[in-house]
Structures are given as structure tokens and as C-alpha cells.
Nanobody, 126 residues
Framework: QVQLQESGPGLVKPSQTLSLTCTVSGVSITNVDYYWNWVRQPPGKGLEWMGAIDYSGSVFYGPSLRRRTSISRDTNKNHFTLQLMDVTPADTAVYYC??????????????????WGQGTQVTVSS
């Protein structure tokens, strides 16, 4: 059974770096069939795809956040990470990690079939 689980601090101060980890079980993040994505949903808004890392370690970023976003991985721990620099209150959102078989997301709501994590609330506030 494939599972994804986000972890990280729930509160980050403005101008700091938000760091989240997605731990994957049941499948290797080096599996050639999948992309490993970060997605967020600000309150009252839709899903925003932030970026992804593929089986080889190649990284892809969404256009709106690419200058502040970094995605990396640790294949020994089978997890991948998100760093969002210089955060502001506008970065307050539920952050999800997700497994897809093509780059990006096609759903407008988080999937509940085990391909997405449950999401983690991150609040940016002083």
C-alpha cells in the first residue's frame, strides 16, 4: 500500500524558509513511472501546483513560485522535500505532496486514493 505523509512545522515567521518533507512508503521515489509533486491550497482558493521531482532527480517548478522554491530528495530515506524561501502571510496554505504518473496535477481537489498525502497546514505569522 502506497502512502505519502507530509511533515514539518505548522507555523513559520515571515521572511523565513518553510521546509516540508514528504515520506513515501510502499513505492520507491526512484520508480520511473512517477512524479513526486508539491501542491498547496490557500484558504478559500484552489489547488496550486508548486513543482515536482522525477525518478532521476530532475526538478520542475511552477511559474509563479519558481524563484522561491526548491525541491530535493533523499533516496536512502525515500522522501522528498520542499523549501519555500522568504515566506509571507500569503503563503499560508494546506500543503500536499502527491504522486502522479505525469508531470503536474489534473485534479481540482486532493485525491483520496492514496496518491496524495493528507495535507499539512502551514501558517505564516509573526
Amino acid at each position: 500500500q502506497v502512502q505519502l505523509q507530509e511533515s514539518g512545522p505548522g507555523l513559520v515567521k515571515p521572511s523565513q524558509t518553510l521546509s516540508l518533507t514528504c515520506t513515501v512508503s510502499g513505492v520507491s521515489i526512484t520508480n520511473v513511472d512517477y512524479y513526486w509533486n508539491w501542491v498547496r491550497q490557500p484558504p478559500g482558493k484552489g489547488l496550486e501546483w508548486m513543482g515536482a521531482i522525477d525518478y532521476s532527480g530532475s526538478v520542475f517548478y511552477g511559474p509563479s513560485l519558481r524563484r522561491r522554491t526548491s525541491i530535493s530528495r533523499d533516496t536512502n530515506k525515500n522522501h522528498f522535500t520542499l523549501q519555500l524561501m522568504d515566506v509571507t502571510p500569503a503563503d499560508t496554505a494546506v500543503y500536499y505532496c502527491a504522486r502522479t504518473d505525469r508531470l503536474g496535477i489534473t485534479t481540482t481537489t486532493p485525491a483520496t486514493d492514496g496518491t496524495w498525502g493528507q495535507g499539512t497546514q502551514v501558517t505564516v505569522s509573526s
